[in-house]
């Protein structure tokens, strides 16, 4: 049965607004992006020769992970010591004022132990020697104990030397994840104390001239033909289907004999991706992460992959770390546009940034 994902028509449009006045200067939130601390590795047991494997991964989106960090007996398969722990957490603000604390929500939950407990969490923004810290309830600027509760900075945020300087503010989930939130210094923003600020994911009003996020679609290329062979009176289907959802789905795309039923040729892969940031400044590259990986394949490879705004003749393709902006072998990473976004040229003039997943999937 076909399925059909969100589709409203989304696009970005561009305009300007200048809600804040009074006091200038101001950290700016530019992008987001998140660090994956999934990893296998297997190790002796210290004082023995019996081997272990350290399995830590996680399952979820943004805002709300689960996180597993396990140790097996690789020869009996036995659980020797491990933790299961959820991690809840709000954007912060999407601009920060000099003079002002930072405040979030975090929500630390231990849903399973044997012998070990969560690693050790904190949230800080790098201002100083030793970065600035969100503190519990508790006074805590380091977790490993649950609890759910407001954090906040124990000093004030301080302003800039110069514009376009870059700080960023960790959320370290323990494990090696990391939700990390990139601000700039604005010498030109303007804050009015009567202005609430708005939060990262609701960013339709603040005083920056740029792109702003309109709307999102899907294209689902999902497809069924047959043809005949190249050469012989032999049938074959193709067959293209998908399944999952938003930000992770499964592609396969397969070759089939009509008349034996036998798979010729075929490729199961799947793609998971961030959203681009809701605002995009011009001046600045556009970030996002990417995770292409192939489940199976029969002489097919992934289809050729890629995600681009359409600035320029040719478009503004984003770039992976290998510097590839097409992709058909896997990897897991951030991908960067090669040049800055660039200005409109009049108020409501629409872009797009497409994800190509190959064989007619599209997040649009």
Do not use: C
């Amino acid at each position: 049965m076909k399925k059909n994902l969100f589709l409203v028509t989304i696009v970005l449009f561009f305009f300007s607004s200048n809600l804040l006045a009074q006091q200038k200067g101001g950290w700016r939130f530019t992008q987001y992006s998140f660090t994956d601390g999934t990893r296998t590795a297997d190790n002796v047991l210290m004082g023995t020769s019996s081997k272990m494997t350290d399995i830590i991964k996680y399952s979820g989106e943004k805002h709300n992970i689960e996180i597993s960090k396990n140790r097996w007996d690789k020869k009996t398969g036995k659980l020797l010591a491990g933790v299961t722990y959820n991690v809840k957490w709000t954007d912060p603000s999407e601009i920060l004022f000099p003079g002002e604390k930072i405040t979030m929500k975090y929500e630390l939950k231990t849903i399973a132990s044997v012998s070990w407990k969560p690693d050790n969490q904190s949230v800080s923004f790098n201002q100083g020697i030793y970065g600035l810290y969100l503190l519990n309830a508790s006074g805590e600027n380091y977790f490993k104990q649950d609890f759910n509760a407001d954090i906040t900075t124990g000093k004030p945020v301080e302003k800039g030397y110069k514009n376009n300087e870059e700080k960023i503010l960790t959320v370290n989930m323990g494990a090696g994840f990391k939700a990390i939130y990139t601000y700039v210094w604005d010498a030109n923003l303007q804050n009015d104390e009567k202005s609430a600020q708005p939060a990262i994911s609701q960013p339709a009003k603040e005083s920056v001239t740029a792109w702003y996020l309109k709307g999102y679609s899907f294209t689902d290329g999902t497809l069924t033909k047959e043809t005949v062979l190249a050469g012989t009176s032999s049938k074959m289907r193709d067959e293209i289907r998908y399944r999952g959802e938003k930000h992770d789905i499964e592609i396969s795309k397969n070759r089939w004999d009509v008349k034996t039923g036998g798979l010729l040729a075929g490729v199961t892969y799947t793609v998971a991706w961030t959203d681009p940031p809701a605002v995009l400044i011009p001046g600045e590259k556009i970030n996002m992460n990417y995770n292409l990986k192939t489940i199976k394949s029969k002489t097919w490879k992934p289809e050729t992959q890629s995600v681009r705004f359409n600035q320029g003749i040719y478009g503004l393709y984003f770039f992976n770390l290998r510097g590839e902006n097409y992709f058909n072998t896997d990897f897991n990473s951030d991908i960067v546009t090669g040049k800055p976004v660039e200005k409109g040229y009049k108020n409501n003039e629409e872009k797009t940034i497409v994800v190509s997943m190959g064989a007619g999937f599209k997040a649009v």
